[in-house]
């Protein structure tokens, strides 16, 4: 079983678009199946999933698109604490906290705080992220530190780059999973992709079901890793 899903959450503007409707529609939509996604992993034992929210990038959307996501985020953390308080999730947010509006930030600041305790499914949403972005931020970091004669440049290992990561105690994704037919990364998770297995399907976000969830962790366990070794 994979420890750590990743899923790149794509396909909603198309999924309206089709139906005839506004692309919130199709957010909206996404939202319902996060929940079924979140509910799966919990049901197969699967410990960490991180989802993808919101990127760095999507600020080029049009301001109207943006404010749905943003109400869209802060409806979502403030319905699901319960449920997920119950269920024993633990929900936290990765990206640049200081660039989301106030109410978004509060909201999963909350939310965070209050499912803190569990450890059943760790769920980790990338709001307002970038993986140059986190990687830029650790460089910066260790800048600093190294500037400071708080450790020398010798001293950036791998580990210690990791862990100036948003979330350094969440193990590397083992696999990762974009719907809506795109083939790319995205600016996703770029460091902590380095050997994570992909799995792409045309099948738009708001279809995603528990049943696309199993047939991807069924093809996961047919792939043979190797992390460059001979396996
Ligand atoms: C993913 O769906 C949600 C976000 C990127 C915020 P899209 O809105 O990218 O849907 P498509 O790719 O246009 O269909
Ligand atoms: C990636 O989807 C970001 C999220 C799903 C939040 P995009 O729709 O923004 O990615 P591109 O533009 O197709 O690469
Ligand atoms: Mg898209």
Same mark, same amino acid.
């Given at each position: 079983l994979p420890k750590h899903v990743a899923i790149i959450m794509d396909g909603n503007g198309r999924w309206a678009q089709r139906r005839g409707l506004p692309r919130a529609a199709g957010h909206r939509a996404g939202v319902e199946a996060l929940r079924r996604v979140v509910a799966a992993c919990k049901d197969l034992g699967i410990e960490y999933l991180t989802v993808f929210a919101f990127s760095t990038e999507n600020w080029k959307r049009p301001g109207e698109e943006v404010d749905a996501l943003m109400s869209l985020a802060v409806e979502y953390f403030n319905r699901e604490i319960d449920v997920l308080r119950a269920r024993g999730v633990r929900i936290r947010v990765i990206g &640049? !906290? =200081?660039? $989301?509006p106030g109410p978004v930030r509060e909201a999963a600041t909350r939310a965070a705080q209050e499912t803190?305790? %569990? =450890?059943t499914l760790n769920l980790t949403i990338a709001l307002n992220y970038g993986g140059r972005m986190e990687i830029c931020r650790a460089a910066r970091e260790l800048a600093s530190a190294v500037k400071s004669g708080e !450790? %020398?440049?010798? &001293?950036?290992t791998e580990d210690v780059f990791a862990s100036? $990561?948003?979330?350094? &105690?969440i193990p590397d994704p083992d696999l990762l999973i974009r719907p809506s037919g795109e083939m790319r990364i =995205? %600016?996703? $998770?770029l460091w902590q992709c380095a050997y994570t297995e992909m799995w792409f399907s045309s099948v738009l976000w708001p279809d995603f079901s528990a049943e696309h969830l199993k047939q991807a962790v069924e093809d996961f366990r047919r792939r043979q890793r190797r992390f460059g070794g001979l396996g």
């Open positions: &640049d !906290m =200081s660039g $989301l803190a305790g %569990n =450890s !450790m %020398n440049p010798e &001293d950036i100036r $990561l948003y979330a350094p &105690d =995205s %600016n996703f $998770l």
